[in-house]
């Protein structure tokens, strides 16, 4: 079973950037659909962005043109960059991983659904004060 480790996190102050860093031991990223996620305290999880084992990428609406999701294949590694971050990009944010050709769709077709994703990394915390 692959296992996910995420890295990467920190705190950083408005307006700055961090890159998040994600690779699934015992496997390789390629053979995975992959995404990233976060949950803020009291709020549910929220799906940022998705890659599809074949490439193509999906971003949510509400990160769209601050993060960008992407992999390189040499390095097993899936990233997740972040800028302009704010406050409320506050969160614990984690990496996720399934087989399925579907995702980062689920069987009911929604886009970036926690249910679209099989394995779970322990989550990164990112912190950005005002």
């Known amino acids: 079973q692959v296992q996910l480790v995420e890295s990467g996190g920190g705190s950083v102050q408005a307006g700055g950037s961090l890159r998040l860093s994600c690779a699934p031991s015992?496997?390789?990223?390629?053979?995975?659909?992959m995404g990233w996620f976060r949950q803020a305290p009291g709020k549910e999880r929220e799906g940022l962005a998705g890659?599809?084992?074949?490439?193509?990428?999906s971003v949510a609406d509400s990160v769209n043109g601050r993060f960008t999701i992407s992999r390189d294949i040499a390095k097993n590694t899936l990233y997740l960059q972040m800028s302009s971050l704010g406050p409320e990009d506050t969160a614990i944010y984690y990496c996720?991983?399934?087989?399925?050709?579907?995702?980062?769709?689920?069987?009911?077709?929604?886009?970036?659904?926690?249910?679209?994703?099989?394995?779970w990394g322990q989550g990164t915390q990112v912190t950005v004060s005002s």
């Open positions: 996720a991983a399934d087989l399925s050709f579907i995702c980062p769709y689920d069987r009911r077709g929604r886009l970036l659904s926690a249910e679209a994703f099989t394995y």
């Open positions: 015992g496997d390789t990223v390629s053979n995975y659909c």
């Open positions: 890659l599809h084992k074949s490439g193509p990428t």
